[in-house]
């Protein structure tokens, strides 16, 4: 599960107090909340982007506040994709497993599977600049999936998306949360994407998280 | 009749007094545009009229037989070229700027990164001492140079690098650093930082996710911040000049002898190893236009 207990997380002169947030295991949670409110930030501060000030984060019972980024096993989708220019869409499904010195043929069966699950086999031999939105994030959502991480981070992957895109995407995030069981927080600010994904569903306003669905 | 305004507010837009001001600074952006590429134009034209019209008068006085050939040779590029003095200022000239932009680079990618991406105490006064070798006159950079070999530890290598060749390529390296980490800082701004966090967060250390991630989009501009380090430090001078001296068949790069020769009244001599330098640095330019930005 992901647990965010009392966190304070100072920025300049923005300030997020006492935020308290739970997904339980394996559940797909939607955290809602207008633009500029600090969503992304409790985002961040749970894949270790950004130092908190106070306050425990815990992934799975693991207390992983002042843990490395890189060893916390967190998938991460920006916005944008954020691909990396310079590598094929197979390079990114390889990426975290190569950085983990996986073996090349157990690499070769996750990128032959995760291209099978997000329907992006015929896109291997690419690189990002020929690709549309919903491939783009299509191949974020792999590259995250890749190392088979506990906990998945979605900041507003589908904002950008125009609205039948955002729709089949709707679907794969459903299907892909359904077969991977990985517990996931998607932040958006639209409330419809919230509706069709969210089984734990959570709104941020005035500084405080409040859950809109039944525990 | 008057014609209907577009709009309602009584007060409508004189149709012809905006073509009227668009003409006027358009014509005028390209009077004062237009007035400097002549001006740059016309140097590089004036140069190589001479040239040629040197070449032609020497190629005059060579045999008949001999034809546009011994001209050539007996022109003032020609002799430049056949002298050694000029040979050897020509590969010292390669040789140093090439140390000097490799040299540049290796500091420029790790100081310009640290600047773009990290916030640290003290990191605007680091800025400031950055951009001093852009502003200061070159010969000061050269006499501080001079007086900083003067006192231990630098005062022990001394004999080994003042008015010796080290000092062409640290003379040239000083202030062509500067220009490259301007370059690289500009590069790294513009890499979005996500794609790093993102490494970061598939498991790489800060090292690995800089090589695999960064640097290769880094590529462009590390390849603009070498040849603008490349071209700065073939056209330096002053620093030279006084930090490794004019010393012929030692310390005596191309901008030396331009200046060498000039002293020497060999005016020929001089727009002639200009020429080269001219060349070299057009060279360098394409190179960048082609490498450097994206079309």
């Known amino acids: 599960m992901i647990s965010i207990e009392n966190v304070c997380i100072h920025a300049g002169k923005f300030r997020l107090e006492n935020i308290c947030l739970s997904i339980p295991s394996g559940q797909f949670g939607v955290l809602m909340g207008r633009t500029g409110c600090g969503k992304t930030t409790i985002l961040e501060s749970i894949i270790g982007l950004r130092r908190i000030q106070s306050g425990r984060i815990r992934l799975f019972d693991q207390d992983v506040t002042d843990m490395n980024p890189a060893a916390r096993g967190v998938g991460y989708v920006p916005q ?52 549309s939105g919903g491939e783009r994030q299509r191949v974020a959502l792999g590259r995250a999936l890749s190392f088979r991480p506990r906990v998945l981070c979605l900041d507003e992957p589908l904002s950008a998306l125009d609205a039948e895109t955002r729709s089949q995407m709707c679907e794969l995030l459903k299907s892909v949360s359904r077969k991977t069981h990985v517990t996931t927080l998607h932040v958006t600010h639209n409330p419809e994407e919230a509706e069709l994904l969210g089984e734990c569903r959570l709104q941020f306003a005035d500084g405080k998280i409040e859950c809109l669905t039944k525990a | 009749m008057s014609r209907p305004s577009p709009d309602e507010s009584g007060y409508p837009v004189n149709a012809a007094s905006i073509r009227l001001s668009n003409a006027v600074f358009f014509i005028s952006l390209g009077i004062l545009a237009g007035a400097y590429v002549l001006l740059i134009v016309g140097m590089l034209v004036a140069d190589t009229y001479y040239m040629t019209s040197h070449t032609a008068s020497a190629a005059a006085d060579a045999d008949a037989d001999a034809g546009w050939y011994a001209g050539l040779v007996r022109g003032p590029l020609g002799r430049a070229l056949a002298d050694s003095k000029i040979r050897y200022s020509i590969w010292l000239s390669l040789i140093t700027c090439t140390l000097s932009a490799v040299l540049s680079l290796l500091v420029a990618v790790p100081a ?164 080269i330098m001219v060349v070299a640095a057009m060279l360098v330019l394409i190179l960048t236009r082609l490498c450097g930005t994206p079309a």
């Open chain 1, 80 to 131: 944008d994709g954020a691909l990396f220019s310079g590598m094929t869409v197979r390079d990114h499904l390889a990426f975290a497993l190569m950085i983990r010195r996986a073996g090349s043929r157990q690499i070769q069966q996750r990128v032959d599977e995760l291209a099978d699950l997000l329907g992006i086999s015929h896109l291997l031999k690419r690189t990002p600049a020929g690709l």
């Open chain 2, 112 to 275: 310009g990164y640290l600047m773009s991406r990290h916030r640290f105490p003290g990191r605007r006064l680091l800025d400031a001492v950055l951009d001093v070798p852009i502003v200061l006159p070159p010969l000061v950079i050269g006499l501080s140079l001079l007086i900083l070999f003067q006192y231990p530890p630098l005062s022990y290598l001394a004999r080994q690098i003042v008015y010796q060749i080290p000092a062409v390529v640290l003379a040239q390296f000083s202030v062509a650093c500067a220009f490259a980490v301007r370059t690289m800082k500009a590069t790294f701004d513009h890499i979005d930082p996500r794609c790093e966090q993102v490494a970061i967060s598939l498991g790489c250390s800060r090292v690995q996710a800089f090589g695999w991630v960064v640097l290769p989009e880094a590529g462009r501009g590390m390849m603009t911040a070498f040849t603008l380090a490349w071209a700065r430090s073939l056209g330096e001078f002053g620093p030279l000049l006084i930090f490794a001296g004019a010393t012929r068949m030692k310390t005596e790069v191309l901008s030396t002898s331009v200046f060498l020769e000039m002293n020497v009244g060999n005016i020929d001599m001089a727009v002639a190893v200009s020429m």
